[in-house]
């Protein structure tokens, strides 16, 4: 880890700690200093979106994928495509803006893709946790952890990243929050209570594990986390003294109250079982009225699921009518999460198949042996190639049959691999070369006339030369014309190749032009 990233990890601690507007004037000012980093673009994304500037946030993850693509970081890559699925998710649900599902969906299987590709650590955490993030927004609990728990296993192998891992047993505690919260809305409340178990455990882990200039702040958000596991289990009078001192602590640190916002129906639960009912319903009313604009469906619903829950305790028939109401909603609400996971895990499979099917036709492409295209895919591009000119060299291996006979067929297959590495050494981008098996090869060129390719065919014999430990050399024919005759083409090369091979080899023969076609009168 280089010193800009070192310190836009610490930017990003600072600015999920309060300290947001710093944070962002910071990241500026490296970023004028130090160029282009999709590390420091990151630390603004998240900086905007604290302050609530999704506007300027999405901006800043535009910035973030030229910058990963300019650095070749598959992580933050999909780093940033992951933050703007999961920020595009969140505008859709809090603010009624349209958006579309299917590109939220097909951000998060291409960030997945990348993701696992990744081998530097900092950027490899931060695609998997953006992700997590992305999947809770579309309330994918299944798919989640794998993604928080990889972080974790990150950072316990990176010594500089060793500081954060609590943070993601922090997630992983959230995680089952959130989910028990949903499952006790559709009437699951025994999965619920083994979701706030897990959830305590991860909570218990993460106070014990936090460190750094932050800990405080962590230390304290870990353990609400962990009094609200408890209020619907084993020890609400705790979880409920444990729950308004976190908050607390928490609210003076300056951490949002949309960031505790989930506490508020456990707290009330915690007060409700420990003889407290009045309180508890005075508590939840309080919250219902300062819910935040974009607190998501999910805690808004929960936290008028409480509300009306108490009333109904108090035998407010209005309060038993709401329930019902709730109840019917929350059902719509766990089949349209559910259609959600169906159409993302078919997506998934589908892009996995697609891919499969890729490396499969590119592997029926290639030559196993030297990596290169195989005669498969030279016919298959000649029948293709019907434009413009085109130009092609037939290549015969001289005194190959020497190698294998001398030294084996292990140096004879060294020497085939060297050979193809050289011609490819000379060819364009859209140039072809091709091993059409034994020690013979072919390249397409299009767009050039023959003696261009001459040229190439003599740089070509003068490279496999020069190989050290190879006494192979090349007899190469070269013939040119019109892309509508490459059949013809590609037999006047293959006999001006054997026309040099019988000169004695290591040489170019070149055919001549095919004749211009008179044009009709």
């Known amino acids: 880890m280089d010193d800009v990233m070192r310190e836009a990890m610490r930017l990003l601690e600072e600015a999920q700690a309060g300290g947001a507007h710093e944070a962002l004037d910071r990241a500026g000012s490296l970023l004028r200093r130090a160029g282009d980093r999709a590390c420091l673009h990151f630390v603004r994304a998240v900086c905007h979106d604290v302050l609530g500037d999704p506007a300027s946030a999405e901006s800043a993850l535009d910035d973030m994928l030229t910058a990963a693509d300019a650095e070749g970081s598959p992580g933050w890559r999909a780093c940033a495509l992951g933050t703007r699925a999961g920020q595009r998710a969140r505008l859709g649900e809090t603010h009624a803006v349209d958006y579309d599902l ?17 081998t530097e650590p900092v950027a490899a955490v931060h695609a998997r ?70 959830a305590e455990e991860y909570a218990t882990r993460a106070a014990a594990e936090v460190s750094g200039p932050a800990a405080d702040v962590w230390r304290s958000y870990a353990l609400l986390a962990a009094a609200c596991a408890k209020a619907d289990r084993h020890d609400p009078a705790a979880a409920a ?8 602590r928490l609210q003076a640190y300056g951490m949002s109250a949309l960031i505790v916002a989930f506490c508020q129906p456990f707290h009330a639960v915690a007060l409700r079982r420990t003889g407290r009912p009045g309180e508890a319903l005075r508590l939840i009313e309080h919250a219902v009225a300062t819910l935040p604009g974009d607190a998501g469906v999910l805690i808004t619903s929960a ?50 198949l697609r891919r499969s099917h890729e490396q499969a036709a590119r592997a029926a492409d290639l030559d196993a042996l030297t990596g290169i295209a195989n005669r498969r895919a030279f016919d298959e591009a000649v029948r293709r190639t019907q434009d413009g000119d085109v130009a092609v060299l037939m290549i015969d291996t001289d005194k190959f049959k020497q190698i294998n006979d001398t030294a084996g067929h292990d140096a004879g297959d060294a020497a085939l691999r060297a050979i193809a590495a050289a011609l490819t050494a000379h060819v364009r981008d859209e140039d072809l070369v091709a091993r059409l098996g034994g020690d013979e090869f072919a390249v397409l060129l299009p767009g050039l006339d023959a003696a261009t390719a001459y040229e190439m065919g003599r740089r070509m014999v003068d490279a496999v030369r020069a190989l050290p430990d190879c006494p192979a050399t090349l007899s190469v024919g070269v ?14 090369a293959d006999a001006a190749m054997y026309r040099a091979k019988r000169r004695g080899g290591d040489d170019v023969e070149e055919c001549e032009s095919l004749a211009v076609r008179p044009t009709a009168a």
């Open 241 to 248: 003294l444990e729950i308004a001192d976190h908050q607390a």
């Open 303 to 352: 936290t008028h699921h409480t509300h009306a829950l108490l009333l109904a305790g108090r035998g407010s028939a209005d309060a038993k009518a709401g329930l019902a109401y709730g109840a019917t909603l929350a059902a719509a609400l766990w089949q349209q999460r559910q259609r959600t996971l169906h159409s993302f895990t078919t997506m998934k499979s589908l892009d996995l």
């Open 129 to 198: 946790v953006s992700i997590a993030l992305a999947l809770m927004e579309l309330r994918l609990y299944e798919l989640v952890g794998q993604h928080y728990e990889a972080a974790y296993e990150i950072c316990s192998l990176d010594a500089s990243q060793s500081g954060k891992r609590p943070m993601w047993l922090i997630n992983l505690a959230e995680l089952h929050l959130h989910w028990a919260l949903e499952l006790y809305q559709v009437g699951q409340a025994a999965l619920a209570e083994s979701h706030t178990a897990q």
């Open 102 to 118: 299917d590109g939220v969906m097909r951000d998060l299987v291409e960030a997945e893709r990348f993701a696992v590709t990744e």
């Open 479 to 492: 013939a040119g014309g019109p892309a509508v005759d490459l059949q013809q083409i590609v037999r006047r």
